[in-house]
Structures are given as structure tokens and as C-alpha cells.
């Protein structure tokens, strides 16, 4: 039985469309390929442990002896969103997507907002963050009214300069929002985008917070909870799971901060889980089509992996993953219907096992039960059997 599991969620990173990905409007997107073949990838620690061996990758070769387990997942829920992706990588898969609003939220839904806040909004459209702000920060700062805008994921965004509404107003706007937006309106996520500076100079800050929908049945993060052990989420994960099943939670500031605070708090956990979501890729590179940043940030992550590899015992497993992709490559820039990498590692698991092509990201949360010795999910297939050195007795 494993005692830590450490699993990383490189936010976006796909690798390869899915076969339903022209439903999507997602033809042609590979986040990882695409990047490789456009502006290259030095990614030698992961190429180690196999991501050449997943998919054809350009400079990315394939090795002969790879030093983790490693395949890809389809995501079987209907979505591509951060919500759906890390559900159904603890378990949950949806049978309908959530609601989206390209043409912006209906009037009762504003209304209300507009009633429960007592401040009139802006926007109400499907925009890019750092966009909507250029253009509409000016008059936010002239009239006081939130920026509320959407995309094409199940999202309700308010965006406010910090010096006009202060943090604490705009939280409780986002639980308004969220009280609001239940039932045929269960958007997956309100997001709280506060930014500064003056016009012309707009920058987001890192007090973004997430209100996401309770996951509806329980996720593997609670059973493993409620068998005892730890359940830390690292960055945005417990905004994700609103809070269900998490023990403790770490904020970080953006990717290496987030690597340097999942070190820490590894070091510090006896037994159980610790869950990290690193969201930069997503937020400041794919969504900004930014394929030259999104390679060094992907390159600064493989350059740490030797000193996240270090703190693991030999009871602890590595896995490294994604929820979605968000190619940086395409017109688009929304998030893609995507395979996911993974990559398994750990002094009790197999080397060089192709783990093929998962059905389902539940998968993933089946086998984390599995290693940890706790009673599974109701969806998903355990691959523990399949990389387990040792004779597995749990179920």
C-alpha cells in the first residue's frame, strides 16, 4: 500500500483532441504538440518519465526505458471546463454539461444580482479577462459598477478594481451571485477578478477567488478524508471542490510559488493526499495564446521536477496530469477538448508500463483510493493492479 500520494494538475496541459472534439469547435487542437511544433519544448525530466512515450511530441522523443508509468485519459463527462475535469478526476462524471451563456446572462439573472449587491453592472458578455477590463475599467472607476462577463466555460465573472470595491464587497457579490445561480442556472463556478492600476495599465491580482458548485455525491477526496487520512489541496483546489473533503488548504501565488508551497506541505503530511493544481499555463498563457510563455513555464516546472522527485519516500507516488487543454496555438482562446497526460512514479510502481488510453478520468481517483487502501469510488477503474510492484490486496 502507498502512504502519500502527491498529485499534480498541470492546469490546460492537453495532449491531443478528443474524437468529439469538432463538437467542441476544438478540430486540430493539441496543446502540448502544437506548442512543441511551434516554438519547441525542453521538457528532459518528464521526457525521463515518459511524456514522449505518450504522444508524438516534436523534440519530446520517445525513451526506452522510461522511469514512470504513463498514458492518457479521455474525459468522459460532456465539458472541457476546470469544474468538469477535476470532478471527474475525483470520481464524479456528469451526465450534462454545465450551463454556458454566450450571449450573456438573461435579464432575471442580472436583475437579481443587480437587487441582492445594490450596484448597477457592466459587461454582461462573453469576453477575455484582461480585455474586458481594458475596456471597461475606466467606466467602473468613473460609476462604481462591477464588470460581470462570461466565456465559453460555465462561469460567472465579476471583475472590480480594489481601490472601488474592496475585497471583501466583492466576495460577497460572488456569494450573491452564487445563491443566485442555482437550479437551470448552476453555472460550474463564479469567480471573484479583482485587478488594479489605471487605464491603460490594468493588472489582475492574486486575490481571485473561485465559488464552485458543491460536487453533488461524494468525491474521492472524502473518502479518503474520511478513512483518516490527510487531504491537502495546494492552489485552487479546494475553490474547485468547495471545500468538500479538504483537510487543509494552501494558497499560492502562481506556479513555482505553488511548487515551493507543495514541497512544503508534503514534508509535513504523514499519510493521505496532497493535491496541487498549478493554473498559470491556463490563466496566463493558453487563454492569452502566449505559446512562447506557455513553454517556459512548462520548461521552469520540468526544471523542478528533480526537486519535487526528492522529497518522496519510498511508500510515496508521483502523478503528474492535466484537467483540459487550452491551446495557445489556435484562433480560440478558450479552453480544448483535449486527452490528458499521465505520468506515475514511485519507488513500489512498475517502470515503462504504457497505461494506454483511459476512458474516463475517474480512472485517476480509483487508482489514488486504491494505492492509499481506502473503499473506491463508484466510477472509474483502478490501474494500481497494473503498475503495483508488489502484490495489491485492497480492491
Given at each position: ?60 522523443e520517445p525513451v526506452t526505458q522510461p522511469t514512470a508509468a504513463f498514458g492518457k485519459m479521455a474525459e468522459l463527462s460532456p465539458g472541457k471546463d476546470t469544474t ?33 449587491t445594490g450596484r448597477k453592472v457592466l459587461g454582461n458578455k462573453v469576453a477575455s479577462g484582461t480585455e474586458i477590463i481594458g475596456e471597461l475599467g475606466e467606466e ?65 491580482t492574486a486575490n481571485r477567488h473561485d465559488y464552485s458548485l458543491a460536487p453533488p455525491s461524494p468525491t474521492v477526496l472524502e473518502l479518503i478524508r474520511n478513512s ?168
Amino acid at each position: 500500500m502507498i502512504k502519500r500520494v502527491l498529485l499534480i494538475v498541470l492546469d490546460s496541459v492537453g495532449i491531443g483532441e478528443l474524437p468529439d472534439a469538432e463538437k467542441y469547435g476544438d478540430t486540430g487542437s493539441n496543446t502540448l504538440g502544437n506548442i512543441a511544433a511551434t516554438v519547441g519544448l525542453k521538457l528532459p525530466n518528464m521526457q525521463n518519465m515518459g511524456l514522449g512515450n505518450i504522444a508524438p511530441l516534436h523534440g519530446i522523443e520517445p525513451v526506452t526505458q522510461p522511469t514512470a508509468a504513463f498514458g492518457k485519459m479521455a474525459e468522459l463527462s460532456p465539458g472541457k471546463d476546470t469544474t468538469t475535469g477535476h470532478w471527474e478526476i475525483a470520481g464524479i462524471i456528469l451526465e450534462k454539461p454545465f450551463p454556458t451563456y454566450p450571449h450573456g446572462f438573461p435579464p432575471e439573472i442580472i436583475e437579481e444580482f443587480e437587487r441582492k449587491t445594490g450596484r448597477k453592472v457592466l459587461g454582461n458578455k462573453v469576453a477575455s479577462g484582461t480585455e474586458i477590463i481594458g475596456e471597461l475599467g475606466e467606466e467602473h472607476l468613473k460609476t462604481g459598477r462591477p464588470i460581470v462577463y462570461t466565456s465559453a466555460d460555465s462561469v460567472f465573472q465579476i471583475a472590480a478594481h480594489e481601490d472601488i470595491i474592496p475585497l471583501t464587497e466583492l466576495y460577497e457579490m460572488c456569494k450573491a451571485a452564487r445563491a443566485i445561480l442555482q437550479g437551470d442556472h448552476a453555472v460550474g463556478r463564479v469567480i471573484a477578478r479583482p485587478f488594479i492600476g489605471s487605464p491603460g495599465n490594468f493588472q489582475r491580482t492574486a486575490n481571485r477567488h473561485d465559488y464552485s458548485l458543491a460536487p453533488p455525491s461524494p468525491t474521492v477526496l472524502e473518502l479518503i478524508r474520511n478513512s483518516g487520512l490527510e487531504v491537502v489541496g495546494v492552489g485552487k483546489i479546494n475553490d474547485i471542490y468547495a471545500g468538500k473533503g479538504i483537510t487543509r488548504s494552501v494558497s499560492i501565488k502562481h506556479n513555482m510559488d505553488g511548487v515551493d508551497r507543495t514541497i512544503e506541505v508534503f514534508q509535513e503530511v504523514a499519510s493521505g493526499l496532497v493535491f496541487t493544481n498549478l493554473v498559470d499555463y491556463d490563466s496566463k498563457y493558453g487563454h492569452r495564446n502566449d505559446p512562447v510563455g506557455y513553454a517556459k513555464a512548462l520548461e521552469e516546472f520540468d526544471g523542478r521536477l528533480p526537486e519535487i522527485l526528492s522529497v518522496l519516500d519510498q511508500e510515496d507516488v508521483l502523478i503528474i496530469t492535466a484537467d483540459h487543454g487550452c491551446d495557445p496555438t489556435t484562433p480560440s482562446t478558450d479552453h480544448s477538448r483535449e486527452y490528458v497526460p499521465l505520468l506515475i512514479h514511485g519507488a513500489k510502481i512498475k517502470v515503462g508500463v504504457n497505461l494506454g488510453i483511459r476512458k474516463s478520468f475517474a480512472d485517476l481517483g480509483a487508482t489514488v483510493t486504491d494505492m492509499l487502501g481506502v473503499a473506491p469510488p463508484p466510477h472509474g477503474v483502478s490501474m494500481y493492479k497494473l503498475i503495483a510492484l508488489q502484490e495489491v490486496s485492497n480492491a
